[in-house]
């Protein structure tokens, strides 16, 4: 199926450190979203983004969705170690109904030091 | 519950054998999705309802897969004679609205599903 390009696929840093992973796809999306994934449990919601060019923030998240409308990135500043999981970016192609189905990336696994 | 409840948490099936996935949705919630994620992979869509209505299946990967939500509320997603490739973790999600970009999408801790 249709997936979107994510990346980094892994990445392991120190506690405080910065991280900032990203998205692209060959299509335009009318919404981007960004999603924590733990293990055993279903994504959780962090982020959403409906404008191209919009920049949101989520306490420590800031995420921006492109102009292109064709990319979105998420940086997490200050990690701590419970922000450990999979983190998947998914896009929308259109509204309401069927349309809202999400497309999702493969994820970005992030491992945090102490 | 306050979420969104599947069960059974895990099952395991052997090739040929039909199971059957429950999903409980949020109460009230209008839509409701079905979703497959392969291991290391993120979720692929299935199907999708708007209350009982089946308004897309264009995701199900064959005629082996099923899904119902006769009342509007409750969701099982069945698969006929299982196979290998059919392993993976199934998350049903709602959300109170019909258009999850700005409704939030809750999702379930999933099934998951091991064909030997």
């Known amino acids: 199926g249709q997936q979107l390009n994510q990346s980094p696929q892994s990445m392991f840093i120190q506690e405080g450190e910065d991280v900032s992973m990203n998205c692209t796809s060959s299509s335009i999306f009318n919404t981007w979203l960004w999603y924590k994934q733990e293990p055993g449990e279903g994504p959780v919601l962090l982020i959403a983004?409906?404008?191209?060019?919009e920049l949101t923030s989520n306490g420590r998240l800031t995420a921006q969705f492109g102009i292109t409308r064709k990319d979105s990135f998420l940086n997490i500043s200050a990690s701590i170690p419970s922000d450990v999981g999979i983190y998947f970016c998914a896009g929308q192609l259109g509204y309401g109904g069927s349309q809202g189905n999400l497309i999702f990336g493969k994820g970005t696994k992030l491992s945090v030091k102490p | 519950g306050a979420g969104v409840s599947q069960s059974p948490r895990y099952k395991v099936a052997k090739r040929g054998q039909d199971v059957a996935l429950r999903c409980d949705p949020i109460s009230g919630h209008v839509s409701l999705f079905w979703y497959q994620q392969a291991l290391g992979q993120g979720p692929e869509f299935l199907t999708y309802f708007q209350n009982e209505a089946q308004l897309d299946k264009s995701g199900l990967p064959s005629d082996r897969f099923f899904a119902e939500r006769p009342e509007g509320s409750v969701s099982t997603l069945k698969i006929q004679r299982t196979q290998q490739e059919d392993s993976a973790v199934y998350l049903c999600a709602s959300s109170s609205g019909p258009d999850p970009s700005t409704e939030k999408l809750f999702f379930g801790s999933g099934t998951q599903l091991s064909v030997l």
């Open positions: 983004l409906y404008k191209a060019g």
